[in-house]
């Protein structure tokens, strides 16, 4: 993994391009995230310039206007970043509706903190504006979308924000530091929707601030763990857009309830056999026994009810004349409609 570190002015009150830097190594200590300074930057004649007596600073110049990020290999620890699919949907529409020239969007994400992770379960996207010089974010726009956010989900808090793209850049930083207003160490998401490594990379990442005692330089963004997780419900949609990956039209119709049940059961089907080849296989000495797998199996075994098939069936042909009895109501019901619109016309 690594861990990339923007450097940016010492003001934090005032939103201007990264100029400023330090010259730091990685301390030789058992934390991750440790630096030890090696000096300070040291403005030159020009304004806006900087010099650097590191090797570091040698082997990635410092352009004009923009600041420097340093990359270092890194362990990924803090909390577990769980993303569900509703928000990459979002983050991905948000993108192709964007405005015209716009080379990439921002937002909020949403969600719920524990102890060992953080669940992403909703986002929304904030209007925005940049240039190589600076960046503007309608933060008023932002603040009234999470009042109505919250709502309809008062569970929800701010969590940190999203952006399209591979890179983290200066104006990321500025962005950063309002969202951290928001919200206690909040994360940033990227969304790689240019597909620069053939698939979409989801990364997260939260930030800390460097430099010397009394004087902050530079801003270190380190890598988080992205799981992705869902819902039952959401499974549903996940599986119909996974089918859409087969079909030449990219497309796929909606299957009535019976089908949909139909292929359930015939997925159950397949999972079950897969199931018992495993056990055989087990059982016969083919297989290595892996623990893990026979304690997940045995929990699967003791949730499924006890019920004989004489009781079972009962249950099935009860249900069945249940929703025979409202078919027949409702067919009753258009006829009495039907009825009632002529008698009305005569």
Not at 13 to 37: I, N, R, Y
Request: negative net charge; proline residues 4%.
């Amino acid at each position: 993994m690594v861990c990339v570190v923007t450097t940016w002015p010492n003001s934090s009150d005032t939103l201007k391009t990264p100029v400023e830097a330090v010259d730091f190594v990685a301390a030789s200590s058992s934390s991750p995230s440790a630096f030890s300074s090696t000096g300070s930057a040291r403005e030159s004649g020009r304004e806006g310039k900087t010099e650097f007596s590191s090797a570091i600073a040698a082997a990635y110049p410092l352009t004009a206007g923009v600041g420097r990020a340093f990359f270092f290999k890194m362990s990924v620890f803090g909390p577990v970043v769980k993303i569900h699919p509703v928000v990459l949907a979002s983050i991905c529409d948000s993108y192709e509706r964007r405005n015209e020239g716009a080379s990439r969007v921002i937002g909020t994400i949403l969600g719920t903190i524990d102890k060992h992770s953080i669940e992403v379960t909703n986002c929304f996207s904030v209007p925005h504006n940049e240039s190589e010089d600076e960046v503007a974010v309608d933060m008023e726009f932002a603040k009234n979308m999470y009042e109505l956010h919250k709502r309809v989900s008062p569970t929800e808090v701010i969590i940190g924000w999203y952006a399209t793209g591979f890179d983290i850049t200066e104006h990321s930083v500025l962005i950063h530091e309002y969202y951290s207003r928001e919200a206690t160490n909040p994360i940033h998401l990227t969304v790689d929707t240019a597909l620069q490594s053939g698939k979409m990379n989801i990364r997260a990442y939260v930030s800390a601030q460097m430099g010397v005692p009394g004087k902050t330089v530079g801003v270190m963004f380190t890598p988080l763990s992205v799981k992705y997780i869902y819902y039952d419900t959401e499974r549903i949609g996940v599986d119909l857009l996974q089918r859409t990956r087969v079909t030449p039209s990219r497309t796929k119709g909606l299957t009535s309830d019976l089908s949909q049940v139909g292929s359930a059961a015939s997925r159950i089907q397949d999972m079950l056999t897969t199931v018992l080849a495993y056990i055989e296989d087990v059982l016969s000495g083919k297989v290595t026994a892996d623990n893990s797998v026979g304690r997940f199996l045995m929990d699967l075994v003791n949730k499924v009810p006890t019920i004989t098939a004489e009781d079972f069936e009962n249950m099935l042909n009860s249900n069945i004349n249940d929703l025979l009895m409202v078919t027949y109501l409702s067919n009753l019901t258009q006829a009495q409609i039907a009825l009632n619109e002529k008698l009305v016309l005569l």
